[in-house]
């Protein structure tokens, strides 16, 4: 079975630059997961879907970030503008479950540099 | 406020021995979760812990659950090189749509 994946895995650009993410998750799984991961932390939730629905945006600057999941399979997280404080890597999760709970099973990561 | 806390938050030690890495909770919750990353990869999956007194083992890690305590640990047994990763535990709560709150992570080191 295939896992998550990510891309770019990294990726360089200048504060006020834009940036995209792209993750396609486990087939079947009904609930995507996109964390900010800064060294030396632990993930932080950006945003949670089920199938092409939000769940929970809570945490998602959104003056500055967007994510959607069209058709319920694959997702994009944007960032736009970026500031060097999104230096960070951006880690794409899904799980079976469609009431979200149980186990997340972790893409790649894309490492982003803000300069 | 929800509240993960892993203790120690650095650990080295030499091969051979045997350590265990605390994980408490501030709140209630459904599943307990350990994770271990890699330096430069992403997180895998170690273990789910469902129930109180949850115990489960694979190779020379094991791990347990006291819901009452709010406390899960992770035991390893003599040590090899190989398990140097960083281990995050991980709780989800049913009122915030099963949103996991993860601890700071305990960064492992063994020595050979």
């Known amino acids: 079975e295939a896992g998550v994946a990510q891309s770019p895995r990294y990726k360089i650009i200048e504060k006020r630059q834009s940036v995209a993410f792209w993750c396609n998750p486990i087939?079947?799984?009904?609930?995507l997961y996109w964390y900010q991961q800064i060294l030396g932390q632990g993930p932080k939730l950006l945003i949670q879907?089920?199938?092409?629905?939000?769940?929970?945006d809570s945490q998602l600057p959104k003056d500055r970030f967007s994510a959607e999941r069209l058709k319920g399979v694959d997702s994009t997280l944007k960032i736009q503008p970026a500031k060097l404080e999104d230096s960070a890597v951006y880690l794409c999760?899904?799980?079976?479950?469609?009431?979200?709970?149980?186990?997340?099973?972790f893409g790649p990561g894309t490492r982003l540099l803000v300069l | 406020e929800l509240k993960v806390e892993q203790n120690p938050l650095f650990l080295s030690m030499q091969e051979g021995k045997n350590y265990t890495i605390y994980c408490n909770y501030s709140?209630?919750?459904?599943?307990l979760y350990w994770y271990r990353q890699d330096p430069g990869k992403s997180l895998e999956s170690l273990f789910v812990?469902?129930?109180n007194g949850a115990v489960k083992q694979e190779g020379r890690l094991m791990a347990s659950l006291d819901t009452k305590a709010r406390l899960s640990t992770l035991h390893i047994t003599a040590a090899v090189h190989d398990l140097s990763a960083t281990y995050f535990c991980?709780?989800?709560?049913?009122?915030?749509?099963?949103?996991?709150?993860w601890g700071a992570g305990t960064k492992l080191i063994i020595k050979p």
């Open positions: 991980a709780v989800d709560v049913s009122d915030s749509n099963y949103q996991l709150i």
């Open positions: 087939s079947g799984h009904a609930t």
């Open positions: 879907f089920q199938n092409n629905g939000v769940v929970d």
């Open positions: 709140t209630t919750s459904d599943r």
């Open positions: 999760a899904s799980s079976p479950r469609a009431g979200g709970g149980g186990t997340q099973y």
């Open positions: 812990l469902l129930s």
